[in-house]
């Protein structure tokens, strides 16, 4: 298995809605991505999960709250979100540990969020 | 200063042609570099990955890295109207756990 299965793949919320972003990654990969990704920008990045633990969230507001439960899953749970976080929400994993600094990453196929 | 600098095009090759696109970067401690292609609308996907100096070939896709100059390059032959996409450059630097950093992105459109 060489992908990473992202759910949904569309989503419409309101403001006031609370659902979650679904990753999954079954290639033993022991990092894990939240990228958010604007038309014509590239993708941003907004959390780093490795080995099951926070290493990075780039200053991203609290309504956005990660979580990894195992070495193969990964969420995204939203809250009370504005109509400006629309966007594409792309899950990517990468190997950890020697020789892990010469793989790409593998995106998932993304979910677009509209929040209405 | 960013990390990573490529043009952001458009870019526009007629089919055939050999489309090339660019990319600076300006951390001597980056390591590792990447190619990805991304149509609209859709992921990123990983096309081609060069980390030693010179060339690395891949079907139609060349890949350049010049560790002095800090440039490396994708050289897309025999373009085709399938290649028109959003071509980003990422770097990859050890000293900072392996994090991406990606460039603007460069638009390529092959005209039939």
């Known amino acids: 298995d060489t992908e990473v299965t992202q759910t949904p793949k569309h989503l419409v919320m309101g403001m006031t809605n609370k659902k979650s972003l679904k990753c999954e990654q079954h290639?033993?990969?022991?990092?894990m991505y939240w990228y958010k990704q604007k038309a014509k920008k590239p993708p941003e990045l907004m959390f780093v999960?490795?080995?099951?633990?926070?290493?990075i969230n780039e200053s991203v507001p609290s309504r956005f709250s990660p979580e990894c439960p195992n070495s193969s899953l990964l969420n995204l749970h939203l809250h009370a979100l504005q109509p400006e976080d629309s966007a594409l929400y792309l899950c990517a994993s990468s190997p950890r540990g020697e020789g892990a600094q010469n793989y790409g990453y593998t995106f998932g196929s993304g979910t677009r969020l509209t929040v209405v | 200063q960013k990390e990573v600098e490529q043009n952001s095009g458009p870019l526009s090759v007629p089919e055939g042609a050999i489309a090339s696109l660019n990319c600076t970067y300006s951390?001597?401690?980056?390591?590792?570099f990447f190619w990805y292609r991304q149509y609209s609308g859709k992921s990123p996907e990983l096309i081609m990955s060069?980390?030693?100096?010179g060339d690395k070939e891949d079907g139609r896709f060349t890949a350049q890295l010049n560790k002095a100059s800090q440039y490396v390059s994708l050289l897309i032959r025999d373009s085709q109207p399938s290649d028109s996409a959003t071509y980003l450059c990422?770097?990859?630097?050890?000293?900072?756990?392996?994090?991406?950093?990606f460039g603007t992105g460069t638009s390529l459109t092959v005209i039939p």
């Open positions: 951390d001597r401690g980056s390591q590792s």
């Open positions: 999960y490795s080995y099951e633990k926070l290493s």
């Open positions: 990422a770097v990859k630097k050890w000293a900072t756990g392996n994090q991406f950093y």
């Open positions: 290639m033993g990969h022991r990092a």
């Open positions: 060069i980390y030693s100096n």
